[in-house]
């Protein structure tokens, strides 16, 4: 059974955010309009949710630490005394009172309930939040000072000098033999006879979503959340089988994803699965009747298949509630394991690197690598020489 539900209202445009006031004063008040409309489509909501969380914190930070809204642009020495507030030396910290973020600034932070962590943030949030406030002056028609040479080398001094350990998304990763296991399972549950009660029904409808979700987001090179929770059937193209004619087919799909965090919408871009990934999206696809909109419906505990998409968070849900049902514990997994899996496991079946970047859609071999290093080193003979 499906229900249809309205569609979602479009979310509501920040003026304070994308700011075109200081364009040109020719412009109507229906061209800056339209203009906001194509910044918001062009920068992505995941990004614009991030930049608007940085926002956020930077003008509660902003009115702790000096009494007043940010300055656009803001002056050097502010940029400079968010650097000293927020990558400090926790031993010094202990020595001298008055080092790092001063008391009643973080106090103000915590009662505003945008302060996280009582110590020294990690040196990738710094950066993307000065990273996000330097793009909201471009935004708003003003030069910040963040090249200045003063401010590059004081962030990178401070950020050589942190001795907080960068986080782990995800403690262990979704490997290939892993990921297996999942759908080994979820095939299980997924032959539940259609015709059972409502609950049974429930069962296997989400084991089909899940198995598809899972299968998807690993075998098309570990997709994020976003990328998976927002999937449009328009999105699904069904190819031709692969080796037709010549033994057994392959069943083959195409996704086109459009704009992801490193693509834009102009390069077209796509993946593929073939295999058992495709035969799980084919399933789902066909058992929930789906023709249009979302690809991964909501479904309640009896069965009810709902209009409305999963949301990125019920991913992650998805995926620790089905790791916990064959034995792992779900802290230790994460839906960001997922891609970290899929490259360590593509790589260790030899598969060059390009290749593993078609379809991960990296644009740097660096980037792509970190992934694979820390497992690699670990495994490797120079860890145990003892």
């Not at 800056?32 to 003008?59: Q, V």
């Not at 963040?146 to 350990?165: D, G, N, Y």
């Not at 086109?256 to 834009?264: A, N, W, Y």
Request: with cysteine.
């Amino acid at each position: 059974m499906r229900i249809d539900r309205p569609p979602s209202p479009a979310p509501k445009q920040d003026a304070n955010l994308l700011d075109l006031t200081g364009a040109d004063a020719a412009l109507t008040a229906a061209d800056r309009d339209t203009l906001s409309h194509l910044l918001h489509r062009g920068i992505g909501e995941n990004t614009l949710r991030a930049i608007r969380s940085d926002l956020g914190y930077l003008e509660a930070w902003s009115r702790a630490a000096t009494g007043h809204p940010l300055d656009w642009p803001p002056r050097p020495d502010a940029v400079l005394r968010f650097i000293a507030h927020h990558l400090w030396d926790p031993d010094e910290k202990a020595r001298d009172p008055g080092h790092g973020m001063p008391d009643p600034v973080r106090e103000a932070l915590g009662a505003a309930d945008v302060l996280r962590s009582s110590g020294p943030h990690a040196p990738a949030t710094v950066h993307r939040r000065m990273a996000s406030w330097r793009r909201l002056c471009r935004l708003k028609s003003v030069e910040g000072p963040f090249l200045e040479p003063e401010i590059q080398s004081t962030l990178r001094a401070a950020v050589k000098a942190s001795t907080r350990e960068r986080g782990r998304h995800s403690k262990r990763v979704v490997d290939t033999e892993l990921a297996t296991r999942l759908l080994d399972h979820l095939d299980r549950l997924a032959r539940t006879h259609p015709g059972g009660d409502r609950e049974t029904s429930g069962i296997r409808l989400r084991a089909l979503r899940d198995r598809a979700l899972i299968a998807t987001m690993f075998a098309s090179g570990g997709r994020r959340r976003s990328e998976i929770s927002n999937l449009m059937c328009g999105q699904v193209l069904r190819l031709e089988d692969l080796g037709a004619g010549e033994g057994v087919p392959i069943t083959s799909v195409g996704l086109k994803l459009g704009r992801t965090k490193t693509t834009d919408m102009g390069d077209d871009a796509r993946v593929f699965l073939s295999g058992r990934a495709a035969e799980a999206l084919l399933a789902w696809i066909e058992a929930a009747d789906i023709s249009a909109g979302p690809v991964f419906l909501r479904i309640d505990r009896w069965g009810t298949v709902f209009e409305t998409g999963i949301a990125p968070g019920a991913v992650n849900a998805v995926l620790k509630a089905r790791v916990g049902e064959i034995g792992e514990d779900p802290r230790d997994f994460s839906a960001h394991g997922v891609r970290a899996g899929y490259i360590t496991s593509a790589l260790k079946e030899g598969i060059p690197a390009p290749e593993v970047m078609e379809q991960t859609l990296h644009r740097s071999m660096d980037t792509l690598m970190g992934y694979f290093k820390n497992e690699k080193q670990r495994e490797g003979r120079a860890a145990r020489l003892l």
